[in-house]
C-alpha cells in the first residue's frame, strides 16, 4: 500500500477537508485528490464524502482512520531508525508560545535549521494552545504548568517567576503578605487559572479574581506597570522592568511553584527523531538538569 497516500489521508481526516490538507503538506490540492483516489480504488471502499464545505469521513474512513495513523506512525519510525545518524529531512510543524518562544527558542530552532538543510522547520508562535493532532503539528513547546490530555510531554527547562506590582498600586492597595490576601486584591490573569505558591515543601493554590485579563504576558506585564493589579509572571517578562523599579516583587516569602517548558507530542509509541533531536537541544540549551522522565499531561 502506497505510504504517501496513507500520510494524504491522515492529514486530510485530520484537517477535515482537502485543501487544508494540501496547506499542511505543500502540494496542490489536485495532488491531494489523486492520492485519496489511488488509496481508495485500492481498498474498494469510499473514505470521504466531499462536500462543498470539505470532506467527512465515512463510516470505513473513521474506522481505518486509526489504522493508517499508527502505519504512518511505524514506517516513519522505522524510517528514522536506518537513516543515516546526522540526516534529517522534509517538514517540521513546531507551535511555540509568542511570549518566549522568539527570544529563547527561535535561536534553538535555526542552530537546528543550520545542522540539517534537508529539514524544513515551520514554527507558528502564538499563546493559544493548539490542537496537535487537528492541525497538523508535529509537537509544541508549551511553558508553564501543564494541563491534563492525551498527549505526551518531556520537561525540558525549567521556568522562574514572581509576584509582583507596580510601587503605585503598592502605595495605594498595600501588598499582600500571605496567599490568602491576594483574594483582597486585583489580580491580572490569563483567563480563570489557579496561582500556586510554595510554603516550604506545601503547595498553596489560590483562585485570583480581577477585571484585567489578556492571553499574552506582555500584555499583563503592561498592566502590572500601569498598576492595575497583581502580576503573576515569569522573570523573563518581568526582569527588566524590575531592574528600572517599574516593578516590585511581593509577597516573596510565598514564591511561585516552579514551573517547566515542555515538548508536546501526540501519543505514540515512538516519537519521531525530529523531535527527540529538537528535544536533546533543548535540553542542552535550557536546563542542565531537566526530568529525565515523560508526563502524561
Known amino acids: 500500500m502506497d505510504i504517501e497516500a496513507l500520510q494524504t489521508f491522515v492529514q486530510v481526516a485530520d484537517a477535515g477537508g482537502v485543501s487544508p490538507a494540501a ?9 491531494i485528490s489523486r492520492r485519496l483516489l489511488r488509496l481508495e480504488t485500492q481498498l474498494g ?58 527570544t529563547h527558542l527561535a535561536p534553538v530552532l535555526a ?15 502564538s499563546d493559544r494552545t493548539v490542537d496537535l493532532i487537528g492541525e497538523g503539528y508535529d509537537c509544541a513547546i508549551r511553558v508553564g504548568h501543564l494541563q491534563n490530555s492525551n498527549l505526551i510531554a518531556k520537561r525540558v527547562g525549567s521556568i522562574y517567576g514572581k509576584l509582583v506590582a507596580s510601587p503605585e498600586y503598592v502605595k495605594a492597595n498595600g501588598a499582600p503578605e500571605t496567599p490568602t490576601e491576594l483574594l ?3 489580580s491580572l490573569m490569563q483567563g480563570t487559572e489557579s496561582w500556586r505558591f510554595m510554603d516550604g515543601d506545601k503547595i498553596i493554590t489560590v483562585n485570583p479574581q480581577g477585571r484585567f485579563k489578556a492571553d499574552n504576558p506582555i500584555a499583563l506585564v503592561a498592566a502590572a506597570v500601569a498598576g492595575l493589579g497583581l502580576g503573576y509572571l515569569s522573570d523573563s517578562v518581568t526582569e527588566e522592568h524590575i531592574k528600572n523599579g517599574a516593578l516590585v516583587p511581593v509577597m ?24 527527540r533531536v529538537l528535544t536533546e537541544m533543548l535540553v542542552e540549551c535550557l536546563d542542565k538538569t531537566p526530568d529525565a522522565g515523560h508526563e502524561s499531561l
Open 23 to 31: 496547506r499542511r503538506l505543500g502540494v496542490t490540492k489536485s495532488v
Open 45 to 102: 471502499v469510499q473514505l470521504l464524502a466531499r462536500t462543498t464545505r470539505g470532506a467527512a469521513l465515512t463510516d470505513a474512513g473513521i474506522a481505518f482512520r486509526e489504522y493508517a495513523a499508527r502505519i504512518v506512525a511505524e514506517i516513519e519510525a522505522a524510517r528514522d531508525a536506518i537513516l543515516p545518524a546526522g540526516e534529517l529531512q522534509g517538514r517540521f510543524r513546531i507551535a511555540a508560545p509568542i511570549s518566549f518562544g522568539p
Open 111 to 125: 542552530q537546528m535549521a543550520r545542522r540539517h538543510p534537508l529539514l524544513n522547520i515551520h514554527t507558528n508562535y
Open 184 to 186: 483582597d486584591h486585583q
Open 252 to 275: 516573596v516569602r510565598y514564591p511561585p511553584l516552579l514551573a517547566g517548558i515542555h515538548v508536546v507530542r501526540p501519543r505514540s509509541r515512538h516519537p519521531t527523531r525530529k523531535i
